[in-house]
C-alpha cells in the first residue's frame, strides 16, 4: 500500500528548571534503550543538565519546578515569550509538588529554620500556570520517561498527546497488586491520575497522588471510605496535601 | 469426557511433572488483608509444593491469561513511500491449574464471543488452544453466587477437571493431551463408591451456597429499570476505577490506539482492556461523553453483563465469581444492585398489582 513518506522535524527543544530537584529533567537522560532515538527527535538549544550549549531560539520549552523567587517570575515570563508550547514538566510544575509543604508555616519561619537568618528571598510556593498560561502537563514525581518519549513523538508528528483520565487503580489490578486499602493503607490510587504504571503501589507503597486528581473523580466516595474503613482523617490529609495536587478538593 | 480417579500422592506426582515441565501457573497465597484473610493470586510455579490447593478464590481472574491487559496486536515498519503490517500470533504453552468452574465457565463465556462470532480473534484462540486448563473444585466462598447462573459446575472448556472426593481426586478428562499425559501416573475407573463420593461431593458445594440473587426476567427487569433512580443511588458511590472490570473474568471491553515507535520507523497497535465506569469510555471524536454521569456507566456495566449478551446469545457474561464484589472499594456488588432493581419492581407490584387471584 502506498503512502506518502514521513517527514518531520525536530522540536526546537528547551529544559529549565525552577525551584526543584531536576530529577524530572534527569528522567530525560534516562532510559538508556532508546536514548539516542529520543534526542534525535529534538534540536537541543538549551538544557542546562546535559549541555553547557545555551541557545534562545527554542519553540517547545519543559519547565521543571515550582517559582518560589521573584526573579523566578522573570525568568518564566521571558520563557512564555519565546515558547510556542511551554510543557510543565513534573509534580512541582504543574501542582507545586512537595515544595508546597512551605505554604503551610510563615515564610520568615522557613528562612530562619532552613538558611539560619541568612537574607534570602521566598516567596510562597506557586505552581507554573498559576503564572503563565501552560499548554500542556506533564505530572510525575518523578516523570515516567515512556510517557515523555511517546507525548514527545507526539508533539513531533503533530498527533494529539493525552495523559490517561481513569485513576491509578487500573494500572494497579493489571499488575494482579493486593489493594493496599485491604492492607489496611490509605492509598490515593483511586482519584490519582494514572500513567504511571502503578510503579509505587506495585512496590507497596501507597500511592501519594503525584499526578494529580484523575479526570472527574468521586472525592465524596474516597472520603466516606477512608471513613468506613476506620482509617485515620489526619493520615488522609497528610497525604492529598503531600504533592499540593489536591488543593481543589478540600478535606474536611 | 472419560473419568479416572487418582491418590491424592499420585495427583501431586503428575502435577509435579507437568509444572517442571512447562511454564506454569497455579494459586499461590499473595498476601494476607490487615484483618488476616488471605489473597490469592495466579502465580508462576514451579513444583507442585508451590501450589496451594485449598485456595479459595484469586482476587483477579484468570482472564489475563488468554485476553492480556496490554497486547500489542500489529507491528508496522514504514519503507520510503511503502510500509508492511506484521501481526503474530504465536502463543507459548501455557498450564493453568486450579481453575474454579465458575473461571472456566468465563472462558467458554469468552469463547462465545471471542471464538464463535463472525470474526474470530487470532491473539485469543492462540493462546485458548495452548493453555491446558486444569480445574479445581472448591466449596463457595459465603458470597458467591455462581450457582445462581448455574456455573458452580462445568463440563467442557477445560483440559482437565478435578473433584475432591477424600482421599482421591476424581478426574474428569476432557482431552487426549490430558488423557495421554495420564497415561504416565497410576489412575483408576472409578468404582461404584468413588461415584457415590462424587454426587455427595457435587451435593455438597451445591448446598454451600449462601449468597442467591435471583437472576430470572433479569433481560426484561433491566429493559423496564433503564430510567430507576437505582442507577443514580448506587452510581453516587461510584469510584469510576474500573477495578470491578479489570478483576471480572469475562469483561473483555477493549480501546485501541496506534503509536509511533520513537525512531519514527514504524508503529504499533495495541489492545487495551477498558472498562465502561471509566470516565471517557463513551468519549467519541470531538470530545462528547455519551456516559458523563457516574450511575449510567455503572448501569452500562450490568447491561452488558445481564442484558446485553442475553438478548443476543441467550446467556449473561456474569458468572457468579463476585470477585467484583470483593474488589469494588465503594462496597458495589451484583447481590446488592440488582436485588435494588428487583424491589422497585416488587414495590410496583404491591401498588398497582390487579393480577387475577388463584380460584
Known amino acids: ?252 | 469426557m472419560i473419568y479416572k480417579v487418582i491418590s491424592k500422592p499420585e495427583f501431586r506426582r503428575f502435577i509435579d511433572a507437568l509444572v517442571k515441565a512447562n511454564n506454569s501457573f497455579g494459586p499461590r497465597l499473595a498476601d494476607r488483608t490487615a484483618d488476616g484473610k488471605p489473597v490469592y493470586r495466579f502465580m508462576p510455579v514451579s513444583s507442585v509444593d508451590e501450589i496451594d490447593f485449598d485456595y479459595t478464590a484469586t482476587a483477579s481472574s484468570a482472564k489475563h491469561f488468554f485476553l492480556p491487559f496490554s497486547e500489542e496486536l500489529s507491528r508496522f515498519r514504514f519503507h520510503g513511500s511503502d510500509w508492511e503490517q506484521h501481526s503474530a500470533y504465536e502463543a507459548d504453552p501455557v498450564v493453568l491449574i486450579g481453575l474454579r468452574a465458575c473461571d472456566i465457565s468465563a472462558l467458554n463465556i469468552l469463547d462465545d464471543v471471542l471464538l464463535n462470532g463472525n470474526y474470530p480473534s487470532p491473539y485469543y484462540l492462540a493462546k485458548r488452544k495452548n493453555t491446558f486448563v486444569i480445574g479445581l473444585d472448591h466449596l463457595p466462598l459465603p458470597d458467591c453466587f455462581c450457582k445462581s447462573l448455574a456455573h458452580h459446575t462445568v463440563s467442557t472448556g477445560f483440559n482437565l477437571f478435578c473433584s475432591d472426593i477424600g482421599e482421591k481426586y476424581y478426574l474428569s478428562i476432557n482431552s487426549s493431551k490430558a488423557f495421554t499425559y495420564l497415561k504416565e501416573f497410576q489412575t483408576e475407573d472409578p468404582s461404584y463408591e468413588d461415584n457415590c463420593l462424587l454426587t455427595e461431593r457435587r451435593k455438597l458445594i451445591s448446598d454451600s451456597f449462601k449468597t442467591e440473587i435471583d437472576v430470572t426476567s433479569l433481560p426484561s427487569i433491566l429493559d423496564i429499570e433503564f430510567d430507576s433512580p437505582v442507577w443514580e443511588k448506587w452510581g453516587s458511590k461510584c469510584l469510576n476505577c474500573g477495578t470491578c472490570a479489570m478483576v471480572c473474568p469475562t469483561c473483555y471491553c477493549y480501546s485501541l490506539e496506534e503509536r509511533f515507535d520513537i525512531d519514527l520507523k514504524g508503529a504499533s497497535r495495541n489492545r487495551k482492556l477498558y472498562s465502561c465506569n471509566l470516565v471517557d469510555f463513551a468519549v467519541v471524536a470531538g470530545g462528547h461523553n455519551f456516559r458523563p454521569k457516574n450511575g449510567d456507566r455503572l448501569k452500562y456495566r450490568y447491561y452488558h453483563q445481564h442484558r446485553g449478551f442475553a438478548e443476543n446469545d441467550n446467556q449473561q457474561i456474569c458468572v457468579g465469581c463476585n470477585r467484583c464484589g470483593r474488589a469494588c472499594l465503594a462496597d458495589i456488588n451484583p447481590k446488592d444492585v440488582i436485588n435494588d432493581l428487583r424491589m422497585e419492581k416488587d414495590s410496583c407490584m404491591i401498588c398497582v398489582s390487579q393480577s387475577p387471584g388463584r380460584i
Open chain 1, 1 to 252: 500500500m502506498k503512502n506518502p513518506v514521513y517527514t518531520f522535524e525536530k522540536l526546537k527543544f528547551a529544559s529549565f528548571e525552577f525551584t526543584c530537584c531536576e530529577g524530572c529533567q534527569l528522567q530525560l537522560a534516562n532510559r538508556e534503550a532508546s536514548l539516542a532515538e529520543f534526542f534525535s527527535l529534538l534540536d537541543v538549544r538549551t538544557f542546562r543538565e546535559i549541555s553547557s550549549e545555551k541557545h534562545d531560539d527554542y519553540d517547545v520549552a519543559f519547565v521543571e519546578g515550582s517559582i518560589s523567587r521573584s526573579d523566578e517570575i522573570e525568568r518564566l515570563l521571558a520563557i512564555r515569550r519565546q515558547a510556542k508550547t511551554l510543557v510543565a514538566f513534573g509534580t512541582c510544575a504543574c501542582f507545586g509538588g512537595v515544595n508546597s509543604l512551605k505554604n503551610r508555616y510563615p515564610v520568615e519561619e522557613c528562612i530562619a529554620e532552613v538558611y539560619d537568618g541568612l537574607p534570602v528571598e521566598s516567596l510562597p510556593v506557586r505552581k507554573i500556570s498559576d503564572i503563565v498560561k501552560v499548554d500542556f502537563s506533564i505530572p510525575g514525581c518523578p516523570v515516567a520517561k515512556k510517557e515523555v518519549e511517546w507525548i514527545v513523538v507526539n508533539l513531533v508528528t503533530g498527533s494529539l498527546a493525552t495523559l490517561p483520565k481513569y485513576p491509578v487503580c487500573v494500572e494497579c489490578k493489571e499488575q494482579l497488586n493486593t489493594c493496599l486499602f485491604d492492607l489496611g493503607e490509605i492509598c490515593l490510587g483511586p482519584i490519582t491520575r494514572a500513567g504511571c504504571d502503578a510503579v509505587c503501589t506495585t512496590g507497596k507503597t501507597p500511592c501519594l497522588g503525584c499526578r494529580g486528581p484523575a479526570d472527574d473523580i468521586n472525592f465524596p466516595a474516597f472520603l466516606e471510605l477512608v471513613e468506613k474503613r476506620g482509617l485515620s482523617r489526619r493520615d488522609l490529609k497528610e497525604k492529598l496535601g503531600f504533592y499540593n495536587a489536591f488543593e481543589a478538593y478540600p478535606c474536611p
